[in-house]
DNA sequence: TCATAACCGAACAAACTGTTCGGTATTATG
DNA sequence: CATAATACCGAACAGTTTGTTCGGTTATGA
């Protein structure tokens, strides 16, 4: 990839999150960014045909680096190894959320956060897919993995506005209270 | 108040959750709302100030039917008799939800269901602030009284896109499935 | 060195926003 | 019924934002 497009693309990433921090998604207008960036109008559009686009890239970027690695896990049948990888798995993202903090926290402020909150929790259906295999007579299976799914991100969500957990607490915190079996 | 501006109050919510069902919120012009309810443009704009207030005002007007009577719980020390109430009470809330379901529905289904979602979350944690007394080790109180609220608001989230099930039967999962203690 | 590709920025049409204002129709009230 | 109040209409307006185009400039990598 060319130098300039990486510093174009990474100094619009800075402009908007730097943006976000002080206005609302909706409130903020593509000239801004541009100005906030320091780059010709027709560069901006070059790269992103629109704000929400701008928006998508940069949620993928984030999730590039915390789903990255978490793909192999063993489809084992012993319990106890298989939640240990979970507990694994779980706290491996939320340090790599931890990263990003500052700019995820900008992004959760507004609107937009929706749109996070939409990407963020379709990652997660995928991990936690693979632990509700015991038929629940309580409740649908697809509720109860949906439940799982909301109640992590929404937990992420929490910590992003609570300073001062760390990674490990906030992983406590979340198996104390959802019922993850 | 003027029937006429009942009229046109109500010819603007319409048109505006009709649109809803068709297109995201950020997509919906003014214009739009201003034709598709078919008045003047100078009477929209007398209304409501923005299309944001419009949104909110939308959901105040659904919030005023579904939280209208609930205040009145005693605070009792009796433990049934105060789960007996809560189980009430957000029963009343799903039932009166359930009569706004395809205008809840189109609100949630883009980025304004996070207005909707701040707003009856901030209902809910009214509901909940009772709950919680005892002192929990295993997480701060404010993350416990948090995860009820976005638990209860996210089970509704998930029934207004899953048809079928009645206000009771939601109400079993939700318990099922929360750590309501 | 040199072809390629990225960037610049001015200019443009189109759409949307929020306000104003003079005129018309409906309402509540006496 | 008469009338004052008030809601509505809709055209016109300035200002902003959007997304595109295009000729020219500059940096990159081979």
Do not use: N
């Not at 027709?42 to 686009?53: L, M, P, R, V």
């Not at 491996?92 to 992004?107: E, G, K, P, Q, W």
């Not at 402020?109 to 991990?127: D, N, P, Q, T, W």
């Amino acid at each position: 990839m060319d130098r300039r497009q990486k510093k174009t693309r990474q100094a619009v990433f800075e402009a908007f999150t730097g943006l976000l921090e002080r206005k609302p998604y909706g409130k903020i207008s593509v000239q801004e960014i541009i100005d906030a960036a320091d780059i010709g109008r027709s560069t901006f559009y070059a790269h992103f045909e629109t704000k929400d686009e701008l928006l998508r890239a940069l949620c993928a970027d984030i999730f590039r680096h915390v789903f990255s690695e978490g793909l192999q896990r063993e489809s084992t049948h012993d319990f106890s190894t298989r939640e240990k990888d979970l507990r694994a798995e779980l706290a491996h993202i939320l340090y790599h959320l931890d990263d990003s903090r500052s700019c995820i926290r900008a992004i959760l402020s507004c609107e937009s956060g929706e749109i996070f909150m939409r990407y963020f929790k379709e990652h997660l259906a995928r991990v936690f897919a693979g632990e509700l295999e015991r038929q629940s007579a309580q409740a649908p299976r697809d509720y109860l993995l949906q439940h799982l799914v909301w109640d992590f991100a929404e937990t992420v969500r929490w910590w992003m506005k609570h300073d001062g957990y760390s990674a490990e607490e906030v992983s406590r915190f979340f198996f104390a209270a959802a019922p993850v079996t």
